[in-house]
């Protein structure tokens, strides 16, 4: 098992409310809590930058293919109106 690191952060106190009684509520420590909600945030985050990144290298790229945002919007409602 790895060794834990120590993090101190400040929180309104609703919020160090909601996280007594999820942990209490859960048979959880509040460390652990903090661990799934933090890790879950850092998942999505990672996943939408790493996504942004990816989308703006082949924007940037000589043969990117642009759509026109009328032609979007058009394919869009068609679609929706089905």
């Known amino acids: ?10 929180v309104k106190p609703t919020t160090k409310k ?7 509520a859960t048979r959880r420590s509040k460390s652990y809590v903090i661990e799934e909600a933090l890790e879950l945030y850092l998942d999505v985050n990672e996943w939408q ?6 989308a703006l290298a082949e924007a940037d ?13 058009a394919n869009w409602e068609a679609k929706v109106a089905r």
């Open 18 to 24: 909601r996280l007594d009684v999820l942990a209490h």
């Open 1 to 10: 098992m790895l060794k834990a690191a120590s993090v101190t952060v400040r």
């Open 49 to 54: 930058i790493d996504g942004i990144t990816k």
């Open 61 to 73: 790229r000589p043969d990117a293919v642009f759509v026109d945002h009328d032609e979007v919007l």
